[in-house]
T-cell receptor, first 116, second 108 residues
Framework: ETGVTQTPRHLVMGMTNKKSLKCEQH?????MYWYKQSAKKPLELMFV???????ENNSVPSRFSPECPNSSHLFLHLHTLQPEDSALYLC???????????????FGPGTRLLVL | GEDVEQSLFLSVREGDSSVINCTYT??????LYWYKQEPGAGLQLLTY?????DMKQDQRLTVLLNKKDKHLSLRIADTQTGDSAIYFC????????FGQGTELSVKP
């Protein structure tokens, strides 16, 4: 496997279900991100992890709970979601260098989530 | 405004040039990016430009930056059907701030 992988690719869940999205990066990066992509809206940054530490939470509802057990894996735990949470959830990774120039983010293919 | 803005749709004929425009918000943004998203896939970095540059060319891609107007454009020469995708511009303002994407449709 190369790059950034995400599983599952598609997920349908009811509002009372609990599920988890998984992301794995094979690039040796030290930062990982969760984004939400809704139709015709800009990507919304949800969470950022640097060296396994959460450094950003963009006012995301508590029904979304991230977990980063190591620098290669990132999870997004979902519970009691709402239909408006249906979207494409994208994971990305990058190599953050102190004072460094370009921080290129590499994206996974996303998980298409439908909440019924 | 606070948003990175792009037009939502662009349609061109195969072989023509495509120009996708973007207006960003912060004149102190250091890097500006263009990402491409093909159907069912994640975002793929196409190119980026540092804020002290006016132009960057990479094969069929030309990026133009007008810092005064905070305007960024991506020109694709000899557009092919495989270029059909959604193109996102993004500015680095601490974190990446994305536009809503321009859907490019290439007709044979």
């Amino acid at each position: 496997e190369t790059g950034v992988t995400q599983t599952p690719r598609h997920l349908v869940m009811g509002m009372t279900n609990k599920k988890s999205l998984k992301c794995e990066q094979h690039l040796g990066h030290n930062a990982m991100y969760w984004y939400k992509q809704s139709a015709k809206k800009p990507l919304e940054l949800m969470f950022v992890y640097n060296f396994k530490e959460q450094t950003e939470n963009n006012s995301v509802p508590s029904r979304f709970s991230p977990e980063c057990p190591n620098s290669s894996h990132l999870f997004l735990h979902l519970h009691t979601l709402q239909p408006e949470d249906s979207a494409l959830y994208l994971c990305a990774s990058s190599q953050r260098l102190a004072g460094g120039p370009v921080e290129t983010q590499y994206f996974g293919p996303g998980t298409r989530l439908l909440v019924l | 405004g606070e948003d990175v803005e792009q037009s939502l749709f662009l349609s061109v004929r195969e072989g023509d040039s495509s120009v996708i425009n973007c207006t960003y918000t912060d004149s102190s943004s250091t890097y500006l990016y263009w990402y491409k998203q093909e159907p069912g896939a994640g975002l793929q970095l196409l190119t980026y430009i540092f804020s002290n540059m006016d132009m960057k060319q990479d094969q069929r891609l030309t990026v133009l930056l007008n810092k005064k107007d905070k305007h960024l454009s991506l020109r694709i020469a000899d557009t092919q059907t495989g270029d059909s995708a959604i193109y996102f511009c993004a500015e680095k303002r601490g974190k990446l701030i994305f536009g809503q994407g321009t859907e490019l449709s290439v007709k044979p």
